[in-house]
T-cell receptor, first 115, second 110 residues
Framework: EAEVAQSPRYKITEKSQAVAFWCDPI?????LYWYRQILGQGPELLVQ????????DSQLPKDRFSAERLKGVDSTLKIQPAELGDSAMYLCASSRLRADRDEQFFGPGTRLTVL | GQQLNQSPQSMFIQEGEDVSMNCTSSSIFNTWLWYKQDPGEGPVLLIALYKAGELTSNGRLTAQFGITRKDSFLNISASIPSDVGIYFCAGDEYGNKLVFGAGTILRVKS
């Protein structure tokens, strides 16, 4: 069964360092999402891509976060510089482009710890 | 922003018991989704609901899309130890943008 791939699974970094996360969506899924999940809470959307274009990045802290999906397939989320409050699970999800269906499938996530 | 109220926050039940949890919203949703998340893993989609009043089952799981389109519930029948985890509801108000509840933690005593 096709799955969303993410790497690394775990990342420990010191504050002020740069970190990057990678996501490969399910083949054929045009829409890709990055979420942040703080312990004890539900995921919150950071950025949504349709193919290579950003559809919604209203919740992305653009002073330190950036995301790209250059060829409309895999995607990278970067944080520079990392802050203590960025410690969280970063989840990638993908879905087909269908207005009447919104089934988003998640990857295993990257657990980020900022020291 | 949009708020989803999910209850209960946690449940500790005996194996074999039925479980019920629900989500309510302050506004109307077009889609309700239910996910299960195990520790250290990403959420796994359990059930998707697209029409008001819709009742959908997936094995021992049953979910319903409320008539008012502002609520949804999930039932698990005859719970087993592998049902342990965190269950999230998520709603889509418009344009494939999901809002998640805070989750219900389910623990099962065997």
């Amino acid at each position: 069964e096709a799955e969303v791939a993410q790497s690394p699974r775990y990342k420990i970094t010191e504050k002020s360092q740069a970190v990057a996360f990678w996501c490969d969506p399910i083949s054929g899924h045009a829409t890709l999402y990055w979420y942040r999940q703080i312990l004890g809470q539900g995921p919150e959307l950071l950025v949504q891509f349709q193919d290579e274009s950003v559809v919604d990045d209203s919740q992305l802290p653009k002073d330190r976060f950036s995301a790209e999906r250059l060829k409309g397939v895999d995607s990278t989320l970067k944080i520079q510089p990392a802050e203590l409050g960025d410690s969280a699970m970063y989840l990638c999800a993908s879905s087909r482009l269908r207005a009447d269906r919104d089934e988003q499938f998640f990857g295993p996530g990257t657990r980020l710890t900022v020291l | 922003g949009q708020q989803l109220n999910q209850s209960p926050q946690s449940m500790f039940i005996q194996e074999g018991e039925d479980v019920s949890m629900n989500c309510t919203s302050s506004s109307i949703f077009n889609t309700w989704l239910w996910y299960k998340q195990d520790p250290g893993e990403g959420p796994v989609l359990l059930i998707a609901l697209y029409k008001a009043g819709e009742l959908t089952s997936n094995g021992r799981l049953t979910a319903q899309f409320g008539i008012t389109r502002k609520d949804s519930f999930l039932n698990i029948s005859a719970s087993i130890p592998s049902d342990v985890g965190i269950y999230f509801c998520a709603g889509d108000e418009y344009g494939n943008k999901l809002v998640f509840g805070a989750g219900t933690i389910l623990r099962v005593k065997s």
